[in-house]
């Protein structure tokens, strides 16, 4: 089993930081792209943030310039760290991982449990 854990989210003003933290635990041999996916109210779960294990980013141009994200392979850990936060960033967040639990299997997509961003004055 592979667990994803996230934490690090809550209730913040407008123009606020918070950082996010994700990781993973269980049978891990590697893991492929970690990203931070975020789903709004009435809205489709969309994309915020993917790293790969060599460290290529790919941010959302929605949080481009506000939001980073970054990983400790050694601690399979995936962060977002989030400034200059606006309302409309109020969502659950998501933690994605690609794991490969056993040498010669192919990696499956794993997620978070989700963890609610509220931004707010």
């Known amino acids: 089993q592979v667990q994803l854990v996230e934490s690090g989210g809550g209730l913040v003003q407008p123009g606020g930081s918070l950082r996010l933290s994700c990781e993973a635990s269980?049978?891990?041999?590697?893991?492929?792209?970690m990203g931070w996916y975020r789903q709004a109210p009435g809205k489709q779960r969309e994309l915020v943030a993917i790293?790969?294990?060599?460290?290529?980013?790919n941010t959302a141009d929605s949080v481009k310039g506000r939001f980073t994200i970054s990983r400790d392979n050694a601690k399979n850990t995936v962060y977002l760290q989030m400034n200059s936060l606006k309302p409309e960033d109020t969502a659950v967040y998501y933690c994605n991982a690609e794991v490969q639990r056993r040498w010669g299997t192919s990696p499956l997509p794993y997620w978070g449990q989700g963890t609610q961003v509220t931004v707010s004055s």
């Open positions: 269980g049978t891990v041999f590697s893991i492929n792209t």
């Open positions: 790293i790969t294990s060599g460290g290529s980013t």
